[in-house]
């Protein structure tokens, strides 16, 4: 039997047996490489995502530059590569959801707590997909990512949402497992052994019992365990989050460790009675949440492809750059939405939105609302679109491809650094260097007196408290400038990078010869290209970081 095709999985993820009439045909091919490139790690290759979705080289080729021009991936060299602008889509999704929003911070404090990874998830189909995660930096530590799919009878949550099952959802479940008895279809878990033809049966019904079993444990307990279902070693406990409005399970919490840390048995003693005081707190939260104030919708989407279009020509696939953007047009507050709702967000007419959301949801990215079934609503399953593999990115990451294009542009050294915690130094995080022979190479890891360098004046600049009149100065006009301060002959200039709540947490800068630039070079030529830098990765930290943590190295 030939391989199945990325566009042939998504066609089976639809749930039918073929796309409805008016599914849109670039949109499915666009989701279909999206989710390749994810399924990957976040690169390929042209030829790789060809052969992948077993779609045309030419076709791919319109593809990526579709989405290049949308910010979702760049074109670098060979590869193919997801940017952290595609997470928006995964952003929407969690927005809409709310429930990373308030119930995050709970997760966070009982991982500080116990000294464990704790994790969030909610279901998606016939398995579980995490919402947050509070992992610990430990050798041996959990990888799992935001957004990761897991098979529900290898998890302790997936038996507390199969609690609530109905004979589809298990018809559904069943068929799955006959169809994929390793379990390939979910790369974030390790592929079961290949199973003997002979003992398939045999094998298949011990999976089925054994899940069952757990299910009719978990709805007679209120918890469930993973007795190292996924790997050896690796242990959980389980308790489901209700949701205070319907009393149907919103998520579930689950605290993560290893047998040589808690050995299985013994975690409904020693850890959850924690993370039932956890939850407990957690559907207080979802009691008491205030209604979300919708926050401001897209503008110009409609508009914006309509001049890509006009600008690219043929290299611009307009009906998937517009499909795509129906799924920014949910978000806080805008949970569910209606076809007028996102016609309205997005700038599109009421037949092109009609049509995307139709292929969406033949893709399984969109549903119609439980409460009201004219209005649409996100699938966790928009987090297949690339957010796992960027979900656990660093500043210094995110900085280095735009660094390369900084540092070729201006034909000077670039570079990324941070304070250390002692605000004396600063240590470089990332950089780019040039062909010269004479050129600027600090490596990553150095560190070096804050106060001689523009870096780490413009981050002094930054702090709390009385400021000298040079950092003053330095903070009023948003850079700053070393001359041959900390060696003879090197110049550069430095710019801010900031949070989302506008804290300079990193900067960047230009470094040069004194004999190549004048200050008033630096300040007049240097400075806008600069500017330009900090800002690019800015709005790429600023989209990584909405719902996960973005480590500063």
């Not at 995964?90 to 911070?105: S, T």
């Not at 360098?453 to 006009?477: H, K, M, N, W, Y």
Request: with cysteine.
């Amino acid at each position: 039997m030939p391989a199945m095709t990325a566009v042939d999985a998504d066609t089976r993820a639809g749930g039918g047996a073929g796309a409805p009439a008016e599914a849109v045909g670039p949109l499915v091919r666009g989701v279909a490489v999206l989710r390749r490139l994810a399924g990957a790690g976040g690169t390929l290759s042209p030829g790789a995502l060809e052969r992948a979705t077993g779609l045309a080289r030419s076709t791919v080729d319109r593809i990526t530059a579709t989405l290049a021009r949308m910010g979702y991936v760049r074109l670098d060299g060979r590869d193919v590569v997801l940017t952290p602008g595609v997470m928006e889509l995964g952003n929407a999704y969690l927005a809409a959801l709310r429930l990373p929003a308030l119930l995050g911070a709970r997760a966070d404090a009982l991982a500080d707590e116990l000294d464990e990874s704790v994790s969030l998830a909610v279901p998606d189909r016939d398995g579980i997909r995490f919402i947050h995660q509070a992992t610990r930096r430990r050798a041996l530590s959990v990888s799992f990512r935001i957004g990761d799919l897991l098979p529900a009878e290898r998890t302790a949550p997936g038996a507390l949402f199969a609690t609530e099952w109905t004979e589809e959802d298990w018809s559904r479940w069943r068929e799955r497992r006959a169809g994929d008895p390793r379990d390939t279809a979910f790369p974030a878990v390790p592929p079961r052994p290949d199973p003997v033809p002979a003992a398939l049966s045999d094998e298949a019904d011990a999976v089925a019992a054994a899940f069952a079993d757990r299910v009719r444990a978990a709805r007679r307990d209120g918890w469930a365990l993973d007795d190292q279902l996924i790997e050896p070693g690796l242990v959980a406990v389980s308790a489901p989050v209700h949701d205070p409005r319907t009393g149907r399970l919103a998520c579930v919490a689950s605290v993560v460790s290893h047998t040589s840390r808690h050995p299985a048995e013994e975690l409904p003693a020693t850890l959850l009675p924690r993370l039932r005081t956890a939850v407990e707190a957690m559907e207080a939260d979802l009691r008491t949440a205030p209604p979300p104030a919708p926050g401001p919708a897209p503008a110009g989407l409609a508009t914006w492809t309509t001049a890509s279009k006009q600008e690219l020509g043929r290299d611009f696939v307009e009906s998937l750059a517009r499909g795509l953007t129906v799924l920014t047009a949910f978000g806080e507050g805008r949970s569910a939405l209606s076809l007028t709702d996102v016609a309205r967000a997005t700038g599109l007419s009421r037949a092109t939105a009609r049509r995307a959301l139709l292929t969406h949801e033949h893709l399984g990215l969109v549903a119609t609302a439980a409460h009201d079934d004219r209005a649409f609503i996100l699938t966790p399953r928009v987090l297949d679109l690339g957010f796992p593999p960027l979900s656990r990115t660093s500043l210094s990451r995110l900085a280095e491809p735009r660094l390369r294009a900084l540092a070729d542009r201006v034909g000077e050294a670039a570079a990324l650094a941070v304070l250390t915690p002692d605000g004396t130094e600063v240590q470089y995080t990332a950089g780019a260097g040039t062909s010269r022979v004479l050129t600027v190479r600090i490596p990553v890891g150095a560190r070096l007196p804050a106060a001689a360098t523009s870096l780490g004046r413009v981050l002094l600049a930054d702090a709390d408290g009385p400021l000298s009149p040079e950092l003053a100065r330095i903070r009023t006009q948003g850079y700053a400038l070393a001359d041959e301060e900390l060696e003879s002959g090197l110049r550069s200039v430095a710019v801010p990078v900031r949070d989302r709540t506008g804290r300079a947490v990193a900067a960047v800068n230009v470094a040069t010869h004194t004999a190549r630039r004048t200050l008033e070079d630096c300040v007049r030529h240097l400075l806008p290209a600069l500017h330009a830098t900090a800002d690019a990765i800015q709005r790429d930290l600023h989209t990584a970081s909405r719902f996960t943590r973005v480590p500063m190295s």
